[in-house]
């Protein structure tokens, strides 16, 4: 018998988390989903569009974004994944969507985001959801986005916001309590899943930044920063799915602090809307 254990098969709490659930629908439908729609109806005539998913995984992204933007005409949708596999998943899950369901079909492939296989000035839209804060130097990445936009052009990130107040409550907590925090704000999860929060950030997070930094990159090549989007506040947790009458309230709660000044600043990750000059 190996001694090898597969822990995915134990990872099951974020599939029925329902802050985890709330975060995902929210980032999917509101932050990218909502956005890209407004986009397409801001179209011109009946020019052919192209949207591309960066960093696309097996395009749990995208297909959501088609599903609520499936009425726009004239639009082709890809995702490009360096993954090879989960690129393939997302190509099988679209051969299946055409054939049984009659569904338009979204182009899968294997790319490089340091060296994009689109033409200069050849995209519409470009989605990089929670992608960029996982490469050592986002700026080359950035800047092959803006090489492939066409003028006027948009993309659309999302990234953790480490200026986020319930996060950074907890990391204070955690070193208050010598990591006790950690233990009984994760309890009832595994450790294999459990972020750090003694740890500014997680998961291979080596590139957290906050607002300023990517507003001056993004200036630097070109492509400034023309609205930002509030993300959900919470990632998932035990803690409060052991608690849903507060999860309830901070559910009803999210689309008022969607509106007041300081809702940046309760956001545990931050959409960036930027458009190509």
Not at 56 to 79: E, I
Request: hydrophobic share 40%; net charge positive.
């Amino acid at each position: 018998m190996s001694d090898k254990h597969d822990w995915s098969n134990d990872e099951k709490f974020f599939a029925r988390s329902w802050t985890h659930i709330f975060y995902f629908w929210k980032l999917r439908q509101v932050m990218l989903a909502n956005t890209v729609k407004t986009l397409l109806k801001k179209r011109r005539g009946d020019n052919l569009v192209r949207v591309v998913d960066l960093g696309c995984g097996p395009g749990t992204n995208v297909f959501d974004v088609y599903d609520v933007c499936a009425d726009f005409k004239h639009v082709q949708w890809f995702g490009l994944d360096l993954n090879q596999r989960e690129a393939a998943m997302g190509a099988a899950r679209s051969r299946y969507r055409s054939e049984q369901r009659g569904m338009q079909g979204i182009h899968f492939m294997s790319g490089d985001i340091f060296k994009l296989p689109f033409a200069d000035n050849s995209i519409d839209i470009l989605i990089s959801s929670e992608v960029v804060e996982h490469l050592p130097d986002p700026l080359p990445a950035l800047q092959e986005m803006q090489r492939v936009l066409k003028p006027s052009g948009y993309a659309m990130v999302t990234t953790p916001n480490p200026r986020n107040l319930p996060e950074m409550v907890g990391y204070a907590l955690d070193k208050i309590t010598f990591g006790g925090f950690k233990k009984f704000y994760w309890k009832g999860q595994d450790e294999v899943s459990a972020p750090p929060l003694s740890a500014e950030v997680g998961f291979g997070h080596v590139s957290v930044h906050a607002f300023p930094v990517w507003r001056d990159w993004f200036a630097t090549i070109d492509m400034p920063v023309v609205k930002k989007i509030r993300g959900p506040m919470l990632f998932g947790s035990p803690f409060f799915d052991r608690h849903r009458f507060l999860i309830g309230l901070l559910v009803m709660l999210d689309p008022i602090l969607d509106r007041l000044p300081f809702r940046f600043l309760t956001t545990t990750n931050l959409g960036m809307l930027c458009q190509k000059k």
